[in-house]
């Protein structure tokens, strides 16, 4: 599988929901596995803890942003039916379809091993029925997102990452099995170096098999000043990690990258820096051609701090200009 970027679409501007949309080259298509031949999706997990709903969320995002998103980004947790009546509208948009990720982690009350030795398989079967009867529609599904601080690595935990991996799989498998051919798998990663240098960090791979999309969820944090530092975050006391994304490119390099979540914090000292993170998106995007999908967490109160685009004008005009690039609008989200 070749993974490369283009340069984009060409042709006028249209407006979609009022708001302005680049159109896409007929000439880029999308796989089975939801990889876009150009460019990449741009996404958006709208206005997380603001207590307003998925597509209230989506709607006001958007329109903060200028643009729509091909990707919504949902969470789910325990016995949750999904996608929810709400996320199948904003899926079947007549005028924008959008690609649904939806973050699900099956149990908060039982150990990896528990669920990969079938302790709630009746809730995965549950599950899978209710996605056979009412959504065909491809989407992506994440099981357990960012394992890495949940390890616990001593003996007979049900919590290390052998477990984690397992349980994955028998996810996974259990689904295909009931007939949930249209999930379309992500394996997401913190994209952290310090749990990426845990000794136990390759065991948390569930396999190919399983495994459609990789992907990180890295937060420009004090050692991240662009793009490039973002997906690629290394540190002096970890000297031996190359980086997210150049471990993905040799560890998995038939596999598409996804950044699943990426948020900017507010820097007192540095008022233009969201502005200037954006900026530098747009600039670098295109040294990363394995990464096809880019999904932004935006919220105001993100566990350590600010990740809102437009927390001030100059940061919403820049990440605006973005979330427009033709890099991103290059390829048509399919209609269902």
Same mark, same amino acid.
């Given at each position: 599988?070749?993974?490369?970027?283009? &340069?984009?679409?060409k042709?006028?501007?249209?407006?979609?929901?009022?708001?302005?949309?680049?159109?896409s080259?007929?000439?880029?298509?999308?796989?089975?596995?939801?990889i876009?031949?150009?460019?990449?999706?741009?996404?958006l997990?709208?206005?997380?803890?603001?207590?307003?709903?998925?597509?209230?969320?989506?709607?006001?995002?958007?329109?903060?942003?200028?643009?729509?998103?091909?990707?919504?980004?949902?969470?789910?947790?325990?016995?949750?039916?999904?996608?929810?009546?709400?996320?199948?509208?904003?899926?079947?948009?007549?005028?924008?379809?959008?690609?649904?990720?939806?973050?699900?982690?099956?149990?908060?009350?039982?150990?990896?091993?528990?669920?990969?030795?079938? !302790?709630?398989?009746?809730?995965?079967?549950?599950?899978?029925?209710?996605?056979?009867?009412?959504?065909?529609?491809?989407?992506?599904l994440?099981?357990?997102?960012?394992?890495?601080?949940d390890?616990?690595?001593?003996?007979?935990?049900?919590?290390?990452?052998?477990?984690?991996?397992?349980?994955?799989r028998?996810?996974?498998?259990?689904?295909?099995?009931?007939?949930?051919?249209? !999930?379309?798998?992500?394996?997401?990663?913190?994209?952290?170096?310090?749990?990426?240098?845990?000794? #136990?960090?390759?065991q948390?791979?569930?396999?190919?098999?399983?495994?459609?999309?990789?992907?990180?969820?890295?937060?420009?944090?004090?050692?991240?000043?662009?793009?490039?530092?973002?997906v690629?975050?290394?540190?002096?006391?970890?000297?031996?990690?190359?980086?997210?994304?150049?471990?993905?490119? #040799?560890?998995?390099?038939?596999?598409?990258?996804?950044?699943?979540? #990426?948020?900017?914090?507010?820097?007192?000292?540095?008022?233009t820096?969201?502005?200037?993170?954006?900026? &530098?998106?747009?600039?670098?995007?295109?040294?990363?051609?394995?990464?096809?999908?880019?999904?932004?967490?935006?919220?105001?109160?993100?566990?350590?701090?600010?990740?809102?685009?437009?927390?001030?004008p100059?940061? !919403?005009?820049?990440?605006s200009?973005?979330?427009?690039?033709?890099?991103?609008?290059?390829?048509?989200?399919?209609?269902?």
């Amino acid at each position: 599988m070749t993974l490369s970027g283009c &340069s984009g679409a060409k042709g006028e501007a249209e407006q979609v929901n009022g708001m302005l949309s680049l159109p896409s080259s007929p000439s880029c298509t999308v796989t089975d596995k939801l990889i876009p031949s150009c460019g990449a999706w741009w996404g958006l997990a709208p206005e997380v803890f603001s207590g307003a709903g998925p597509v209230q969320a989506t709607h006001q995002a958007e329109g903060r942003m200028g643009g729509t998103a091909d990707i919504v980004h949902v969470y789910h947790r325990g016995d949750e039916l999904f996608p929810t009546s709400k996320e199948i509208e904003l899926a079947r948009d007549a005028a924008r379809p959008r690609l649904l990720l939806v973050n699900w982690k099956p149990s908060l009350t039982h150990t990896w091993r528990q669920i990969a030795d079938g !302790a709630i398989d009746r809730r995965i079967d549950r599950l899978a029925d209710y996605i056979r009867r009412t959504f065909p529609e491809r989407f992506f599904l994440t099981i357990h997102h960012e394992p890495e601080n949940d390890v616990r690595a001593g003996e007979g935990s049900g919590m290390q990452a052998a477990d984690y991996a397992a349980m994955y799989r028998h996810v996974v498998l259990r689904l295909r099995d009931r007939g949930v051919r249209n !999930a379309v798998t992500v394996m997401t990663y913190m994209g952290a170096p310090n749990w990426a240098a845990k000794p #136990w960090f390759e065991q948390l791979y569930p396999g190919d098999d399983v495994v459609d999309w990789v992907a990180m969820d890295p937060y420009a944090d004090a050692w991240v000043r662009d793009f490039d530092g973002l997906v690629n975050k290394t540190r002096r006391e970890y000297g031996q990690w190359p980086g997210f994304y150049r471990w993905m490119q #040799w560890r998995f390099p038939g596999k598409p990258i996804m950044i699943a979540e #990426w948020g900017v914090f507010e820097r007192s000292q540095q008022r233009t820096f969201k502005q200037e993170f954006f900026n &530098s998106v747009r600039t670098q995007i295109q040294r990363y051609p394995q990464i096809k999908a880019l999904v932004y967490f935006d919220s105001p109160r993100a566990p350590r701090g600010d990740t809102r685009f437009d927390s001030d004008p100059a940061a !919403a005009r820049a990440f605006s200009e973005l979330a427009r690039d033709p890099y991103f609008r290059a390829t048509r989200v399919p209609r269902p």
